[in-house]
Every structure is written in structure tokens, then in C-alpha cells.
């Protein structure tokens, strides 16, 4: 993996700079040129996030424990909570980088990732099978997941270094999620090159949620995480000490507080066939509009209209709407 511009790769904001992102070991080679200018450069998101195989069974009802059930259908599809932001930051209409990493022999997850607009130019291949996980769906839209990790515990410290060598400045912004590995060191690098941070603090984990919490500027939880959190740090859900947090609570809604402030947005209601990625589509299609300085109420109305149109479909990627689609959505809700 290699990114060229006649010496020192570069981002600025001062003048265009073209980059040549030259990937070899999937079907042959290729090289990709982009031409990146000032209007693009402004609140660049860099995800360092999970890339899994879904492997999703519809199912009547759960099953218990010890009881084997008769799956109705079967699918593989892209998935994992980092590249599904990633999508809905895309689709929202920004482009963020990528840095993640795959299977070496895994031709088909690039291929779905480069289908989506992703750029797959940090995308490392491991020598670890790629994440998976294995999703049961129920009649009822729920969802249980497990989920293994693989090449998303194996980034490497060569992957942070290229992302952050190259651009640096308080309007840019680092996702990171809990699926992957070298999560602290991410962090540290974002802060020093001057980043905003935002956290999907999922699959919870209180140690990390520990070491992070203070170098955080957006938490972003789900009702049961945010409480977790409370716990955590001895506060109410209300007192966790970050700059803003993002809390999803399904049907209920969503609140966020912001520096004192509480905004709250109501969820749409719709008919929910599969709700897996909901709480991923919400987060990529808000931080895709807030970090271009898009008002509050405005990102959370848009990201809610976004996530209500997702579970309507089966799947957790691939049910993530276009732009289009969730401004028609938003123009019919008001009528």
C-alpha cells in the first residue's frame, strides 16, 4: 500500500495537490488519482474503523439457549460498525477516509467497500481472516450479533502515521469505534495533530470507555452504553464530562447534550424490518452535517430521517439510504 505525489503525499488547504493511490494484490494492480482541493479539504472525517462479513439469518423469534432453530433465509452482506459510518458519512454526501483492514486472500469485502465509494487506499490486508460477525434477525426487526474481530485487532501503527503525516488542523475529525485495536494511540496521535475526536463507545467496554473518556469531544451511545458509562465514572447520565454526547434511544429517539445544552429529536416512525446499522447510520449522517457546521437540530432531523429509512430495509450496509432518499423521506414528513 502506497500513496505517492512525486515524493511526500500530502493534504492542504492552502492549494491542490493531486494523490496518486497506487494498491497492488487484489486483481492485479491499480492506481487511482484523485485531484483534492481547498473546497474539499474542509472537516475531513478519517475513520479508523471495523470492516466485517455479515453473515445475517432470519429467524421467527430468538432462539434459547440450548434450542436449535431453522433459519428462513440466509444473506452475506458488508458490514461492521466502522465501515457502515463510513458508508453513511458517504452517503450523506461527504467522503471520508478510511483505515481499516481485511483479509489478505479477501477480494470480495474490498470489492463490496469500493462499490460503496469508499476509498480503499488505507485499507491494509492482514494476515488475519477479515471480521465477521453472524446476525440473527427476528419477525420483529431485533437483533442479536456476535461478532470476531480478525484483521480489525491487527491495524498498524504505519496506517496511523500515514493518515496523520499529511493534514493536520481543528476543523478535521477521527472516528474510532471499539472493534478495533490501538484505539489509545489513535486517539493520542488525533489530539497531538490537532483533531476532533468522536467515539462510538460500542461494543461497550469500560476500560477502554475509562482511558478514553477524557481526550473525548463527541461520545456517542446507546441508552444502555450511556448508562454503563454513568456507572462507569459515578455520575448521572446527564453529568458525563465530555464536550458533547450523542445518546440513541431506538423508538424514543435522540438526545444531545452540547455544552449545556440538551437537544432532543423525536424518532419517525416506521414500519422496522431489520435494525442492525440503525445506530451507525444515525452517527455517520449526523458527524457527515455537524462537522461541516451544519445547526444541531438540522443534523439530528436529517440523521433520525436517514436511520428511520434504514430499518426499513434488510441488512445493516446495504440498507443505507442515499441523500436523495432521506431529503424525499424529510419533504414528505413535512407535508
Request: proline share 3%; net charge negative; with cysteine.
Amino acid at each position: 500500500m502506497e500513496i505517492v505525489d512525486g515524493g511526500e503525499a500530502r493534504w492542504a488547504h492552502d492549494y491542490a495537490v493531486t494523490i496518486f493511490l497506487s494498491e497492488t494484490g487484489l486483481n492485479g494492480s491499480a492506481q487511482l488519482t484523485r485531484q483534492i482541493t481547498p473546497a474539499h479539504m474542509s472537516a475531513m472525517i478519517f475513520n479508523f474503523g471495523s470492516i466485517n462479513v455479515d453473515h445475517v439469518y432470519r429467524v421467527a423469534e430468538m432462539p434459547s439457549p440450548g434450542e436449535t432453530l431453522t433459519a428462513g433465509s440466509y444473506q452475506k452482506l458488508l458490514g461492521g460498525k466502522g465501515i457502515n459510518q463510513s458508508i453513511a458519512i458517504a452517503r450523506a454526501g461527504h467522503a471520508p477516509v478510511h483505515i481499516g483492514a481485511v483479509g489478505s486472500e479477501d477480494s470480495w469485502t474490498m470489492e463490496q467497500v469500493r462499490n460503496f465509494g469508499i476509498d480503499t487506499a488505507l485499507i491494509a490486508q492482514s494476515a488475519h481472516p477479515t471480521g465477521h460477525a453472524v446476525i440473527y434477525v427476528d419477525d420483529a426487526g431485533e437483533n442479536q450479533i456476535v461478532i470476531f474481530g480478525g484483521a480489525n485487532q491487527d491495524l498498524q501503527p504505519a496506517q496511523i502515521e500515514k493518515a496523520f503525516k499529511t493534514c493536520a488542523g481543528a476543523d478535521h475529525w477521527v472516528l474510532v469505534q471499539n472493534e478495533t485495536n490501538l484505539l489509545a494511540d489513535i486517539v493520542d496521535q488525533a489530539k497531538s495533530a490537532g483533531f476532533k475526536v468522536a467515539y462510538s463507545a460500542a461494543p461497550f467496554v469500560a476500560d477502554t470507555v475509562a482511558e478514553l473518556i477524557d481526550k473525548i469531544d463527541l461520545l456517542a451511545v446507546n441508552e444502555v452504553e450511556a448508562e454503563a458509562t454513568a456507572r462507569l465514572l459515578g455520575a448521572a447520565v446527564s453529568e458525563i464530562a465530555v464536550p458533547q454526547l450523542l445518546i440513541t434511544r431506538g423508538s424514543k429517539g435522540v438526545e444531545f447534550h452540547s455544552h449545556g445544552e440538551v437537544h432532543n429529536q423525536p424518532a419517525f416512525q416506521v414500519e422496522a424490518v431489520d435494525t442492525t446499522g440503525a445506530g451507525d447510520t444515525f452517527l455517520g449522517s449526523f458527524l457527515a452535517h455537524h462537522c461541516h457546521g451544519v445547526e444541531i437540530a438540522q443534523s439530528l432531523r436529517y440523521a433520525s430521517a436517514a436511520s428511520a429509512l434504514q430499518v426499513t430495509r434488510p441488512g445493516a450496509a446495504v440498507a443505507i439510504p442515499a441523500r436523495e432518499e432521506v431529503e424525499m423521506f424529510l419533504k414528505q414528513r413535512k407535508a
